[in-house]
């Protein structure tokens, strides 16, 4: 997600902007930029950190302006494509953050109308739209704009001769700051707590309209009455948005993540534009991943062979042997949050070098997967603060749920259901999270044992594995997550009251089995907490403890599984007292083999 941010007031702009975008950075970005006017419009942006620009950038002068960090979405990271964008008359600056699903539509419209444009990027409609409406009120413009647009929104607005800037939003937040002879607009509260701690929150279809002495909001059409609050957050709670740690934040995000990972699904083009994916002569994949990535591989895995009909192999990209000969007709894809993991990437070029065509499912724009591969489809996470991989997870299962629907196997009415269920995730989720309460008072229980197993059957048993390697990274409990079939083969032997068992049930062929696997394993004195739909009666009568998640589609069950399993992970170590955030030994982006 970008950062945006405002200022007019009685002093210069330039070093209040450039302060503000400083603590925005947290949120990750690639590049940065700022606009100040006076006697026009000077920008100054690159693909540099905010300290780099402010170390380049010559003296600007002026008392108005607006700045950004770019988390890119479109288009990779550059000079061209940093904000802020300007209109074909170089008076409309606009800096942006969220998604606009019409952008392409609309720049082919502006083109014929005569307008150029040189970013990559769908937020450059912006600027043109409002100077195609422009004739002298900026904010009728801007409103007049924002009715073509479709999609996610908090934008910023400065204009030439107007001692005024002008904010809206849509399903991005916005925040309007008071001074004293200046005002400030910002995503959200960090930018501004060095110069106030006085706010007024933007609601979605709000139009703001700041000067140095005064805000009016409006909605529809109507000026409202602004509530001002008080913020009492130090900088560094602000940037958690009041969450205890990232993590926490990076895991109730997971309902707008998907949301905005499938913004794309709902036009028709990105369905086409997936399909072109399965050219006609492939018929079988590959996935390769490693880590939390490798258990979406697993779980993609599991999605093909139950919706495709096709060989589909998922790998560690470390263990993978090159073996060039099963690797006809196959399409490989590399799953990577960062995009930057060595062993994936080395397995990448590999399968390059002996022709196998290549697809990067990444959450970074620009990344080293997304320039060796031949496509790449982007997970829409937004920067993932914590080590432990949360939120682009749940991405991934997004992206490969939407490109194994895309298959020309699927069929009409197979793919409507399934867009049906896609569409209800988010609220889903959310009913994973409104239950924290309870998965806390459980994690609390479980975070006095050294040793925990989880099981889980097809769909749910990379979910297991998911699961544990959760609880390991950031609580130091040895979580082993197995195959539930499989602990009779050995690892019987470790039951006991002393290791509980996390049971994982789907509302599918391997429920009635994983009863049995349950009663085998409660025989062996071990604890069992099953994580099942509501409405399951028959567990109530085996396990010791039952957690549930909401009923859905047994194909859709590992995102409101893994959801409850990253609350479970997260609560067992805050009760340790772990650094959830950063855990001992471990690196965001394991750049080493
Ligand atoms: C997951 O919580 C871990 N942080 C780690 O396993 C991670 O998933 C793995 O290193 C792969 O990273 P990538 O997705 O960036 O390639």
């Known amino acids: 997600m970008c950062g945006i941010i405002g200022y007019i007031g009685s002093r210069q702009a330039q070093p209040i902007l450039l302060n503000c975008l400083g603590r925005l950075e947290y949120r990750g970005y690639d590049s940065c930029g700022i606009a100040v006017s006076e006697h026009g419009i000077n920008v100054c942006k690159d693909a540099i950190r905010v300290e780099a620009l402010k170390k380049t950038m010559p003296r600007l002068n002026g008392t108005a302006g607006i700045g950004h960090t770019r988390w890119a979405t479109h288009g990779a990271p550059s000079l061209i494509n940093a904000h802020p964008h300007l209109d074909c008359s170089g008076k409309i600056a606009v800096v942006h953050n969220g998604i606009i699903t019409n952008y392409q539509k609309l720049r082919d419209q502006l083109t014929g109308e005569g307008h150029q444009f040189v970013s990559e990027t769908d937020t450059e409609v912006i600027p043109h739209l409002i100077e195609k409406y422009y004739h002298g ?5 801007v409103a007049a704009a924002l009715n073509d647009i479709e999609g996610s929104y908090a934008i ?13 939003r849509k399903d991005s937040p916005i925040i309007i700051s008071l001074g004293d002879r200046e005002n400030f607009i910002a995503s959200d509260v960090p930018a501004i707590l060095d110069y106030s701690n006085r706010v007024v929150y933007l609601e979605d279809g709000d139009i703001g309209v700041i000067t140095t002495d005064s805000i009016k909001v409006s909605r529809r059409g109507s000026e409202v009455a602004t509530k001002v609050h ?10 958690k948005a009041g969450y205890e740690h990232f993590m926490l934040k990076e895991i109730h995000e997971q309902p707008k993540v998907i949301r905005d990972t499938l913004a794309g699904w709902v036009s028709g083009e990105a369905l086409e534009d997936l399909a072109t994916m399965w050219a006609d002569d492939i018929n079988a994949l590959l996935i390769l991943a490693c880590g939390t990535s490798y258990h979406a591989a697993l779980i993609g895995k599991q999605m093909g062979q139950e919706l495709l009909k096709i060989p589909v192999r998922a790998e560690l990209a470390s263990e993978f042997n090159y073996s060039t000969q099963l690797l006809d007709r196959t399409l490989a894809i590399a799953i990577t ?8 990437l080395k397995a990448m070029k590999k399968l390059k070098e002996v022709g196998c065509q290549t697809l990067a499912i990444t959450n970074v724009v620009g990344s080293t997967a997304s320039r060796i591969a031949d496509r790449t489809l982007y997970t829409r996470a937004g920067p993932e603060i914590s080590v432990a991989a949360t939120k682009s997870f749940t991405a991934q299962l997004m992206v490969l749920y939407q490109l194994m629907m895309a298959h020309p196997e699927i069929g009409a009415r197979k793919l409507n259901s399934m867009t049906k269920e896609l569409r209800q995730l988010p609220n889903k989720v959310q009913q994973v999270l409104d239950n924290e309460g309870e998965t806390a008072q459980y994690a609390q229980e479980l975070s006095r044992y050294e040793n925990i197993f989880y099981i889980g059957r097809g769909i749910n048993f990379p979910v297991a594995l998911e699961g544990a390697l959760k609880l390991k990274e950031i609580s130091y409990i040895h979580g082993e997550g197995y195959a539930a079939g499989e602990l009779k083969h050995g690892p019987f032997a470790l039951l006991g009251s002393d290791t509980p068992v996390i049971a994982l049930l789907a509302p599918d062929d391997t429920y009635e089995p994983m009863l049995t696997n349950i009663k085998e394993v409660k025989a062996r004195g071990s604890a069992i907490i099953a994580l099942t739909r509501e409405g399951d009666e028959d567990i109530e009568k085996i396990a010791d403890k039952v957690l549930t998640v909401p009923q859905v589609e047994a194909i859709f069950s590992p995102v409101v599984n893994t959801v409850a399993l990253q609350l479970l992970a997260y609560y067992a170590a805050r009760e340790r007292d772990c650094p959830i955030d950063f855990p001992r030994n471990l690196a965001k982006s394991v750049t080493v083999e």
């Open 230 to 239: 008080q913020i009492s957050w130090t900088v560094e709670d602000a940037q």
């Open 137 to 141: 009120n900026l904010e009728t413009a």
């Open 156 to 168: 910023i607005v400065l204009a030439t001769d107007e001692p005024k800037l002008v904010a809206a």
């Open 337 to 344: 949050q960062s995009g930057e993991t060595a062993d994936t």
